[in-house]
């Protein structure tokens, strides 16, 4: 086991004592700035960066992927206390976290996540271990046509989250597709719905629309509802997970990392997609469906987990190929760069101890973030005991410093306001806000690859089903779809 | 998926009670939808079709099935609405939706935001943030006029250095920044 | 009646939120030397993207070189870069901001029919180049750049070729000024967008793409682990390392670079110009930048003041009638 040995070296590496503290210092600094309204890991990676000038190379990687991984995490606090999701892999975490964190089940839904976080990692850094290099190799055979197929899969195996009324989740998902509708066409680059303004041009980014509708959206509808008089503060409540919470998580905290961890290794994945795909699957498998839009602990589980272990998943792609699949990963490559280190196939032979101390640091990173958050999970569930004027007023405020702080631009106050008001109208017509966030991120990656994968074929369709892939994708949409009927066609045949 | 009926609310609608206005709303929804689908088509058919492009699906086919889907979907809608379909409105923790929509409030917590869009540039954030908090604060009940503001200044300029000044993200500090 | 103290209190949270940030912020004025006090440097892209790459490199090599201190860098993404190129000529006359930029600005005002160009704004000096490359999978049947001008130049559309810019960005340029050098027409041209590096790299080993155009330095490593191959380089010379020719000497008659340098905002007096074009031209001294160009892979290529000023308006040029050509400008 060369890798194992490699490993062992890596763990000698990090565990000395400088290295532990600077792991410890990057998952602190981390989860404090990605907290932060507005700065999602990346960022926080990219403002962290002279904070690394002057140490030598092995104790700044050490200290990213403390960052990194204390980014990642400290978007999903946020998510589940304010329903304000720091980042984009944190969307899904606010739709189950908050209702739990609401009905005072916050350390619960704090806790769900931070364990969850724990085990998408250590799962997912193991694989990274193990499978690097055959992953890699399989993840460059993966086209357009695969990556539109799966996004196809991801359509379909959601609708289940359309909601009580066809009718109006559909509704939903249509203003969903309209807002990632707007800006200029990657393929093409014509404008699309921006009105002229140069603003629009990059779109609407999915973090701005999720805190428009959650935070924006909800502060307003209860502004037009507030439940007056005996409103009690929100009870904090026990501050450990019972017995019965973790019979119902420990499973989605195990199927995370397999969605995850591959999505976050292809070079088109990302972790929006797989914390959907985690939240779907869940919510089918739950015995306790029905809780599920009230605070069902599974939906936090999951997509935590599978975020957690997508990000490991990128780690793999951009150690052995080189080749940065999210932004945080182009903000670690550039890093790189600044050490004059040139990530990619011959990373691994070129700077072993590098390399082996970075991946043992993530093992590292991974305890000490669950060491730190568990038991900060009741301290900061006790900040929704403030009264709720200050709550909502600070819900507005923690969404407008992140909508502005980025771009300094006014204009994005107003997207954001616009989008807010849209989710109080939703909220007023009983559509469903989950649909329109998944259109929101589905919609332009669909049709990008679609259309990449149209043009590669200079306009032929065979060009979307040429690949065992897609076509394997294709087949179990199919199954997806004809299972139902067939079950009911299994049924009356029985009768 | 197969459990579920096609999209008849009927089981969320009051049977009593102000139906006209609810059901005018409602068709009211109807309408954005089909004006918003009208207006992605309006914007698709706008985009010239004179550069080079490649294979059958252009910048403008996806928009053009959004908003005729849309288009589509908000006619459905109205039929159902007709029939007597209702949406049901959100309930929650500190929402009671059975109280009429409290519009005073509403307005109030628009005026403090837009205060803060129109403010931002030119006074700069810490005030323009101040403004937003006391503003949403007062318009949701809180009446301590002492705490209120010292709270909201203090948030504001907590906010204000931890950005500008820890981070390095640059955020506009007032009219007095380079005078003083 | 608390209506007194209800005053005082706004008052002072008044007096707190207009007061306390000058005061804070209060930082030498000293003008000594090359440093610009104050300095922001402007990126109009991502963290992690190119620009961003440049200026905050160049940064740290100033602040360590003792040319100036806290230089602070700021992003501002959207629309290719011209979001950012509004914000810098909309500051006119400030002599404390730079913007970090380079050629896919220059398609970008086309492409997004932007109302503020680059000549509207006080360029400081290009800093460097890189020349693009043209290289296919290990598996690929071009085995020299030939091989892969007599196949394209046959059937152009069935040969798509994949590049890491948007239209008007220098990845799409440099395959339409090669096709236009082949007699190939460039509306004729497949070119198929990828989001950055990571995807596109990924496309053209796996074979996906017929072949790929962009930076050198996005491949490097993948040609020395024997993973993409090389058929040309696109600039002026050879580039060290990387065993493939020129265009020029492949018998196509274009030469290409892309290249990335500052710009600052209209209206400057003399003395504010004088002092950003010299502190640039100071950094290309500092052993600290000279370095960092060695690490990054970067070709040094510096040029100031108004001599860029007139190459901006020659690649302007170029660029515009490409774009014409497509009907994308």
């Given at each position: 086991?060369?890798?194992f040995t490699?490993?062992?070296d890596g763990f000698g590496t990090?565990?000395?004592?400088?290295?532990?503290a600077?792991?410890a210092?990057?998952v602190?600094?981390?989860?404090?700035?990605g907290?932060l309204?507005g700065?999602?890991?990346?960022?926080?990676v990219?403002?962290?960066?002279?904070v690394?000038?002057?140490l030598?190379?092995t104790?700044?990687?050490?200290?990213f992927a403390g960052?990194?991984y204390g980014?990642m995490?400290g978007g999903s606090t946020?998510?589940?206390?304010l329903n304000?999701?720091?980042e984009?892999?944190?969307?899904v975490?606010?739709?189950e976290g908050?209702?739990?964190?609401r009905?005072?089940?916050?350390p619960q839904a704090l806790a769900a996540?931070?364990?969850g976080h724990?085990?998408?990692?250590m799962?997912g850094t193991t694989?990274?271990?193990?499978?690097a290099?055959?992953v890699?190799?399989v993840?460059v055979d993966i086209?357009?046509?695969?990556?539109f197929?799966i996004?196809v899969?991801?359509f379909?195996?959601v609708?289940s989250?359309?909601?009580a009324?066809r009718?109006r989740?559909?509704a939903s998902?249509?203003l969903?597709l309209t807002?990632?509708l707007?800006?200029?066409d990657?393929m093409?680059?014509?404008?699309?719905?921006t009105?002229?303004?140069?603003?629009?041009s990059?779109g609407?980014?999915v973090?701005?629309?999720?805190v428009?509708?959650?935070?924006?959206?909800?502060?307003?509808?209860?502004?037009?509802?507030?439940?007056h008089g005996?409103?009690?503060?929100i009870?904090?409540?026990r501050?450990?997970?019972?017995?019965?919470?973790?019979?119902?998580?420990?499973k989605?905290w195990?199927?995370g990392p397999?969605?995850?961890?591959p999505?976050?290794?292809v070079p088109?994945?990302?972790?929006e997609?797989?914390?959907?795909?985690?939240?779907a699957?869940?919510k089918?498998l739950s015995k306790?469906?029905?809780e599920?839009?009230?605070?069902?602990?599974e939906?936090?589980?999951?997509p935590?987990?599978?975020?957690s272990a997508s990000?490991?998943?990128?780690?793999?792609t951009?150690l052995?190929?080189g080749?940065p699949t999210?932004a945080?990963?182009a903000?670690?490559?550039a890093?790189?760069q600044q050490y004059?280190i040139q990530?990619?196939?011959l990373?691994?032979?070129?700077?072993?101890?590098l390399?082996w101390?970075l991946?043992?640091?993530l093992f590292?990173g991974t305890?000490?973030?669950l060491l730190?958050?568990?038991?900060?999970?009741?301290?900061?569930?006790k900040?929704?005991?403030i009264?709720?004027?200050?709550l909502?007023?600070?819900?507005l405020f923690?969404?407008?410093?992140g909508?502005y702080?980025v771009?300094?631009?006014?204009?994005?106050?107003?997207?954001l306001l616009l989008?807010?008001l849209?989710?109080f109208a939703?909220?007023?017509?009983?559509?469903?806000?989950?649909?329109?966030?998944?259109?929101v991120?589905?919609g332009?990656?669909a049709?990008l690859?679609m259309r990449r994968?149209?043009q590669i074929?200079d306009?032929s369709?065979t060009?979307?089903v040429?690949?065992?892939?897609?076509v394997a994708?294709?087949?179990?949409?199919?199954?997806?779809l004809?299972?139902p009927?067939a079950r009911?066609l299994?049924?009356a045949?029985r009768r | 998926?197969?459990e579920?009926t096609?999209?008849h609310?009927?089981e969320?609608?009051h049977e009593h009670?102000?139906?006209?206005?609810?059901?005018?709303?409602e068709l009211g929804?109807?309408?954005?939808?089909?004006?918003?689908?009208?207006?992605?088509?309006v914007?698709a058919?706008?985009?010239p079709d004179?550069f080079?492009?490649?294979?059958p699906?252009?910048?403008?086919?996806?928009?053009?099935l959004?908003?005729?889907l849309?288009?589509l979907?908000?006619v459905?809608?109205a039929?159902d609405?007709l029939?007597?379909?209702?949406?049901?409105a959100?309930?929650?923790?500190?929402i009671d939706?059975?109280t009429p929509a409290?519009w005073r409030?509403?307005a109030?917590?628009?005026?403090?935001?837009?205060?803060?869009?129109?403010?931002?540039?030119p006074?700069?954030?810490p005030i323009?943030m101040?403004?937003?908090?006391?503003?949403?604060v007062y318009?949701?009940?809180s009446?301590?006029?002492?705490?209120?503001?010292?709270?909201?200044?203090?948030?504001?300029?907590?906010?204000w250095?931890?950005f500008?000044?820890?981070?390095?993200?640059p955020?506009p500090?007032?009219?007095?920044?380079?005078v003083? | 009646m608390?209506q007194?103290?209800a005053?005082?209190a706004a008052?002072?949270?008044?007096?707190?939120?207009?007061?306390?940030p000058?005061?804070?912020?209060?930082g030498?004025?000293r003008?000594t030397?090359t440093?610009i006090?104050?300095?922001r440097?402007l990126?109009?892209?991502?963290?992690?993207?190119?620009y961003?790459?440049t200026?905050r490199?160049?940064?740290k090599?100033?602040?360590?070189?003792?040319?100036?201190?806290?230089?602070?860098?700021?992003n501002?993404?959207?629309?290719?870069?011209?979001?950012g190129?509004?914000?810098i000529?909309g500051e006119?006359g400030?002599?404390?901001l730079?913007?970090?930029m380079g050629?896919?600005?220059v398609?970008?005002?086309?492409t997004n029919?932007?109302?503020?160009t680059?000549?509207?704004?006080?360029?400081?000096a290009?800093?460097?180049?890189?020349?693009d490359?043209v290289?296919?999978?290990?598996?690929?049947?071009?085995?020299?750049?030939q091989?892969?001008?007599r196949?394209?130049?046959?059937r152009p559309r069935?040969?798509?070729?994949g590049g890491g810019s948007?239209?008007?960005g220098p990845d799409?340029?440099?395959?339409m000024?090669?096709?236009?050098?082949a007699?190939?027409?460039?509306?004729?041209v497949?070119?198929?967008?990828?989001d950055?590096?990571?995807e596109l790299t990924a496309?053209?080993?796996?074979?996906k793409?017929g072949?790929g155009m962009t930076?050198?330095?996005e491949t490097?490593?993948?040609i020395a682990a024997?993973?993409?191959?090389?058929?040309?380089v696109?600039g002026?010379?050879?580039?060290p390392g990387i065993d493939?020719?020129?265009?020029?000497e492949a018998?196509l008659n274009v030469?290409?670079t892309n290249?990335?340098?500052?710009?600052a905002?209209?209206g400057l007096s003399d003395r504010?110009r004088?002092r950003?074009?010299?502190?640039w031209?100071?950094?290309?001294?500092t052993?600290?930048?000279?370095k960092?160009?060695?690490?990054?892979?970067?070709?040094?290529?510096?040029l100031?003041g108004?001599?860029?000023r007139?190459?901006?308006?020659?690649?302007n040029g170029?660029?515009?009638?490409?774009?014409?050509?497509l009907?994308?400008?």
């Amino acid at each position: 086991m060369d890798a194992f040995t490699h490993l062992l070296d890596g763990f000698g590496t990090a565990l000395t004592p400088a290295h532990l503290a600077f792991a410890a210092i990057g998952v602190i600094l981390g989860t404090a700035i990605g907290v932060l309204p507005g700065i999602g890991p990346a960022m926080a990676v990219a403002l962290l960066l002279p904070v690394t000038y002057g140490l030598d190379s092995t104790a700044a990687f050490i200290m990213f992927a403390g960052i990194y991984y204390g980014g990642m995490f400290g978007g999903s606090t946020t998510s589940i206390l304010l329903n304000t999701p720091g980042e984009s892999a944190a969307v899904v975490t606010a739709i189950e976290g908050n209702p739990m964190a609401r009905s005072g089940r916050g350390p619960q839904a704090l806790a769900a996540a931070a364990i969850g976080h724990f085990v998408g990692g250590m799962v997912g850094t193991t694989a990274l271990v193990l499978l690097a290099p055959a992953v890699a190799s399989v993840a460059v055979d993966i086209g357009a046509p695969d990556y539109f197929a799966i996004m196809v899969l991801a359509f379909v195996a959601v609708t289940s989250v359309l909601g009580a009324s066809r009718l109006r989740g559909l509704a939903s998902l249509l203003l969903g597709l309209t807002l990632g509708l707007v800006g200029l066409d990657q393929m093409t680059g014509q404008s699309r719905l921006t009105f002229g303004t140069l603003h629009l041009s990059d779109g609407i980014d999915v973090v701005l629309v999720a805190v428009g509708l959650f935070a924006v959206g909800e502060a307003l509808w209860v502004a037009a509802h507030l439940r007056h008089g005996g409103s009690s503060p929100i009870p904090v409540g026990r501050p450990w997970l019972s017995r019965d919470d973790l019979r119902r998580t420990w499973k989605p905290w195990l199927r995370g990392p397999l969605i995850g961890f591959p999505f976050g290794a292809v070079p088109a994945g990302g972790a929006e997609i797989p914390t959907f795909l985690s939240y779907a699957t869940e919510k089918r498998l739950s015995k306790h469906r029905d809780e599920f839009g009230k605070g069902a602990i599974e939906g936090v589980a999951g997509p935590e987990s599978t975020a957690s272990a997508s990000a490991a998943g990128t780690m793999v792609t951009m150690l052995t190929l080189g080749l940065p699949t999210t932004a945080v990963a182009a903000v670690m490559l550039a890093a790189f760069q600044q050490y004059g280190i040139q990530p990619g196939p011959l990373l691994f032979q070129r700077e072993t101890d590098l390399v082996w101390g970075l991946i043992a640091s993530l093992f590292v990173g991974t305890v000490l973030l669950l060491l730190i958050n568990l038991p900060l999970a009741p301290v900061w569930a006790k900040l929704l005991r403030i009264p709720r004027p200050y709550l909502y007023g600070g819900i507005l405020f923690f969404a407008s410093v992140g909508a502005y702080a980025v771009g300094g631009d006014p204009v994005d106050l107003v997207v954001l306001l616009l989008i807010g008001l849209l989710g109080f109208a939703m909220r007023r017509f009983g559509l469903p806000v989950l649909p329109a966030i998944l259109g929101v991120i589905l919609g332009p990656g669909a049709e990008l690859q679609m259309r990449r994968a149209l043009q590669i074929s200079d306009g032929s369709l065979t060009g979307l089903v040429n690949s065992p892939l897609a076509v394997a994708v294709y087949a179990v949409v199919a199954v997806l779809l004809a299972w139902p009927l067939a079950r009911r066609l299994v049924r009356a045949a029985r009768r | 998926m197969s459990e579920m009926t096609h999209g008849h609310g009927h089981e969320h609608g009051h049977e009593h009670g102000d139906r006209t206005p609810v059901r005018r709303s409602e068709l009211g929804l109807c309408a954005f939808l089909l004006v918003l689908g009208g207006l992605v088509c309006v914007d698709a058919l706008r985009i010239p079709d004179d550069f080079t492009r490649r294979g059958p699906v252009g910048p403008e086919a996806v928009p053009m099935l959004v908003g005729g889907l849309l288009v589509l979907v908000s006619v459905l809608l109205a039929v159902d609405v007709l029939r007597g379909g209702r949406g049901q409105a959100e309930a929650g923790e500190d929402i009671d939706p059975d109280t009429p929509a409290d519009w005073r409030t509403v307005a109030m917590l628009l005026a403090a935001f837009l205060a803060n869009v129109a403010l931002i540039g030119p006074l700069g954030f810490p005030i323009a943030m101040a403004v937003l908090f006391w503003g949403s604060v007062y318009a949701l009940g809180s009446r301590d006029m002492v705490r209120d503001p010292l709270l909201a200044a203090g948030l504001s300029l907590l906010t204000w250095f931890v950005f500008d000044r820890l981070l390095g993200v640059p955020l506009p500090g007032g009219p007095l920044m380079g005078v003083l | 009646m608390r209506q007194p103290r209800a005053w005082l209190a706004a008052l002072g949270a008044a007096l707190l939120v207009t007061c306390v940030p000058p005061l804070v912020s209060g930082g030498d004025d000293r003008t000594t030397g090359t440093a610009i006090p104050g300095l922001r440097v402007l990126v109009p892209n991502a963290p992690g993207g190119g620009y961003d790459l440049t200026a905050r490199t160049a940064v740290k090599a100033m602040e360590e070189a003792g040319l100036s201190k806290n230089i602070e860098v700021f992003n501002l993404p959207g629309a290719g870069g011209t979001v950012g190129l509004g914000r810098i000529v909309g500051e006119r006359g400030n002599g404390r901001l730079a913007m970090s930029m380079g050629l896919g600005v220059v398609g970008s005002v086309h492409t997004n029919r932007s109302p503020s160009t680059l000549a509207d704004t006080t360029p400081v000096a290009r800093l460097i180049e890189e020349s693009d490359i043209v290289v296919v999978g290990k598996n690929s049947p071009y085995r020299t750049i030939q091989d892969l001008i007599r196949a394209w130049s046959a059937r152009p559309r069935s040969v798509p070729v994949g590049g890491g810019s948007s239209p008007g960005g220098p990845d799409h340029l440099a395959p339409m000024l090669m096709a236009r050098a082949a007699g190939v027409p460039p509306r004729q041209v497949n070119y198929v967008p990828f989001d950055g590096g990571g995807e596109l790299t990924a496309s053209i080993l796996g074979g996906k793409v017929g072949f790929g155009m962009t930076g050198v330095g996005e491949t490097r490593d993948q040609i020395a682990a024997g993973e993409l191959r090389p058929l040309a380089v696109t600039g002026a010379r050879r580039v060290p390392g990387i065993d493939a020719p020129t265009l020029k000497e492949a018998g196509l008659n274009v030469e290409f670079t892309n290249w990335r340098g500052i710009v600052a905002p209209p209206g400057l007096s003399d003395r504010d110009r004088d002092r950003m074009v010299a502190l640039w031209t100071e950094l290309q001294r500092t052993e600290q930048w000279q370095k960092a160009l060695r690490d990054n892979g970067w070709t040094p290529a510096f040029l100031p003041g108004d001599r860029f000023r007139a190459f901006i308006a020659a690649e302007n040029g170029r660029v515009a009638s490409v774009l014409k050509e497509l009907g994308l400008a």
